[in-house]
């Protein structure tokens, strides 16, 4: 009996030899030897059967030998006058007789024991032969295990798989090309394929020499498997699993896997076919698309292709099909192009969908700040014509016409922008006030532009600043306009409690600038002096302001030129000593008389060199 030490249990059946006679026994791994007064029967310690029996009479005692160190021990048996000593046959045969027999667990267990590094490539082909066993049995998963361990390459198995071979048929390396599988059972097939992707892909994430057709067969394998169908598209996008082309274009294509064809098209750099492919499948998705592609391919999926194209030609074949299907989308990828909007093709694409061709034109100046005149007139007559075009009484309406005015006025605002006879009509018709004082600002109309904005829009503080703005460098020209903005108040048709305040809030601006006698001058009849306290004390003080700091800037220039001429005397005051030595700095040649001129650093010069250098 086998009893553990630790347990006292019995893992193993024990060896039954009550008709044999047994007055001896001895252990020779992984044999047991037993002895009788007759022969000597070899029993396996794995299965408990007897494996051989050698006669041999006489056996008085029975005991291990070690020969050499490190090996097993040599059982020697002593009769009267002799002594035998029993030698294993060979490991190597043993084995080969055991996986004939199909025993290959006692195969790989004597394998194991004897094998070491000098015979491993020996115990691989060992693991290979037990393995194959295993397969014709359909003992699928030891068998991986095996070919995992024995680290053969897939083709071993792949050649029993001729229906799987693609058709170069490269693989075909063993030489026993017969199928284990029967392939009139749909049952076994479906077993072996499901074996064939677990140990492919537990063979592929310990290897490195996967083959791109290892990988092909790999891909056929997840599309026989309803299972695996799921794996097809991740397997395809991974730019670590290299495929053969044609190979895999037809696969998918008879398998009807085209969403995963146009992915692969994408991976291999065939973006034409790939965008013609999903824009039929937006279009018009098959019937018979396997049920994990449904829904894959959308518009955002195309989307984010068209982001990776890089040829604008392709880019403007597929536009018009985007900007039907999603103007939104479209103009994403508008963006993304790497566009500096000189190219008129996408200006004449975008002609029929204003809407994109507004927000396009937006990103271009707004966003990426291209300064071009010719996109500037484009983006004002857009948004002329969407303004035109926008009811005015519905609420979003109002909210998009209000953000547009002001883009609106941007664009005017800029020196790039040009007036031309379209966009002065347009705004004339649409009657846009604050765009037309900006035209009448740019064309230098700024008392017909302070009629707009102090009569027709009543915008006072936006007059006050507009005198300011346009004022700034100019006070002469600040001074006429803050006096035409209040003539404007004071004119009698206009005259009304409101320009009345508006007026003395003028006259009371601390950045308002005026002549005080013309403003008396302005004054209506009906008026008051005392109305005029605020400013007439303002400009009083201002006034003396003016005067003090004016006569203290006059004596400090008064003390500065004085102190030049000082130190001009002081000059004429020094002796200058003339000799022959002595030359012109520019010419190097001597005073012939003594007309000089003597620089501020003490030099001489004569009066023709210096003024010829000037």
Not at 44 to 72: D, M, T, Y
Not at 386 to 398: K, T, W, Y
Not at 429 to 447: C, P, S, T
């Amino acid at each position: 009996m086998f009893v553990s030490a630790q347990t006292l249990v019995a893992p193993r059946p024990p060896i039954n030899w009550a008709e044999l006679r047994v007055i001896r026994m001895h252990y020779s791994a992984p044999y047991i030897l037993v002895f009788s007064r007759e022969d000597i029967w070899v029993f396996s310690s794995i299965n408990q059967q007897p494996k051989q029996s050698l006669q041999l009479l006489g056996c008085r005692s029975v005991c291990g030998a070690l020969f050499e160190a490190g090996a097993h021990a040599t059982p020697l048996m002593a009769a009267d006058s002799k002594v035998w000593a029993l030698e294993n046959v060979p490991w190597q045969e043993q084995v080969d007789g055991l996986l004939e027999e199909k025993r290959v667990n006692e195969a790989l267990q004597i394998a194991r024991s004897y094998s070491d590094e000098d015979t491993l490539p020996h115990f691989r082909g060992i693991l290979q032969r037990a393995a194959l066993v295993q397969l014709h049995r359909q003992e699928l998963r030891p068998a991986k295990e095996l070919l995992l361990e024995s680290e053969c390459s897939p083709s071993f198995v792949l050649a029993f798989c001729p229906d799987l071979l693609p058709s170069a048929d490269i693989l075909t390396t063993s030489p026993f090309f017969i199928p284990i599988f029967n392939p009139h059972d749909p049952a076994a097939m479906n077993e072996r394929n499901a074996f064939l992707i677990a140990y492919l892909e537990e063979y592929r994430r310990s290897s490195t020499d996967f083959t791109e057709e290892m990988n092909w067969i790999l891909l056929k394998l997840f599309s026989l498997s309803e299972q695996n169908e799921g794996s097809i598209l991740p397997f395809i996008k991974s730019f670590r699993n290299i495929l053969p082309y044609e190979e895999t274009v037809h696969l998918l294509s008879e398998r009807r896997y085209l969403v995963a064809l146009a992915f692969f098209q994408v991976r291999m750099g065939h973006l034409e076919k790939a965008l013609t492919l999903m824009k039929d499948l937006v279009d018009n998705p098959p019937a018979d698309l396997p049920a994990r592609e449904v829904g894959v391919v959308t518009v955002s999926t195309i989307v984010d292709v068209l982001k990776s194209v890089e040829q604008e030609k392709l880019l403007l074949q597929t536009l018009p099909w985007l900007l039907k299907k999603d103007q939104s989308a479209g103009l994403q990828v508008l963006k993304h192009m790497s566009s500096n909007g000189n190219s008129s093709d996408v200006r004449t694409l975008l002609e029929g969908f204003p809407n994109v061709h507004r927000q396009y034109l937006e990103f271009l100046i707004f966003d990426k700040e291209i300064q071009k005149e010719q996109l500037y007139q484009e983006l004002a007559v857009s948004y002329l014509t969407n303004l035109s075009e926008l009811p005015s009484c519905r609420p979003d309406a109002i909210f998009n016409a209000f953000e547009m005015r002001t883009n609106l006025q941007t664009v005017l605002r800029s020196p790039l922008c040009t007036f031309g006879a379209d966009i002065e009509a347009s705004i004339e018709q649409l009657q846009l006030h604050e765009e037309k004082v900006i035209l009448l600002a740019k064309r230098g109309e700024h008392l017909a532009a302070l009629d707009l904005l102090a009569s027709r829009l009543k915008d006072r503080a936006g007059a006050v600043q507009y005198c300011v703005q346009y004022g700034k460098r100019d006070k002469l020209l600040k001074r006429q306009l803050f006096e035409h903005l209040l003539a404007i108040y004071f004119n009698p048709r206009e005259q009304n409690e409101e320009s009345v305040r508006a007026a003395l809030e003028l006259l009371n601006d601390e950045e308002a600038d005026f002549d005080p006698a013309k403003v008396l001058s302005m004054l209506p009849a009906n008026w008051p002096l005392s109305c005029l306290e605020g400013f007439l004390s303002h400009t009083l003080r201002r006034s003396l302001h003016s005067q003090r700091t004016g006569a203290v800037e006059r004596g400090l220039a008064k003390c500065l030129h004085f102190s030049a001429q000082l130190s001009t005397v002081g000059r004429l005051k020094d002796k200058i000593l003339l000799t022959e030595e002595r030359r012109c700095i520019f010419c190097k040649k001597p005073f012939l008389d003594c007309t000089f001129k003597r620089l501020t650093d003490g030099r001489l010069v004569h009066l023709h060199c210096h003024s010829s250098n000037q």
